[in-house]
């Protein structure tokens, strides 16, 4: 990876955990003036299913709409991803850590187990 890329990851990761460090301050927050304080008061499945129904906006807008909103629906996605992690304590630099030891394996060989 070259630096340019390298320093835009670092600057993206960290627009992720500016958001998660976010939305772990809102979940005492009150759910009459906080979207995601009235995410946590609806629960894990709520926030479970919000992240799977993004995930299906975001794919179908990759096949079915244009580039922006696929941009906006991918934001969407993160969002509740990030909400997800933060509702079970799912920290993101444990995320990164596995995707950062997948570097360089093969993701075919790693599904049949070899």
Do not use: C
Request: aromatic share 6%; glycine share 6%.
């Amino acid at each position: 990876m070259s630096k340019e890329n390298e320093s835009s990851v670092k600057t993206d990761a960290a627009v992720l955990e500016r958001l998660y460090d976010v939305l772990v301050s809102r979940k005492d927050a009150d759910p009459a003036t906080s979207y995601t304080a009235k995410m946590y008061a609806k629960g894990l499945t709520k926030i479970a299913q919000k992240v799977g129904e993004e995930g299906v906006e975001t794919a179908l807008a990759a096949v079915a709409e244009g580039h922006d909103e696929l941009l906006n629906e991918s934001a969407d996605l993160l969002y509740m991803l990030l909400l997800l992690w933060a509702a079970k304590d799912v920290k993101p630099e444990e995320v990164f850590a596995i995707l950062d030891q997948r570097f360089g394996k093969s993701g075919i060989r790693e599904e049949s187990g070899d």
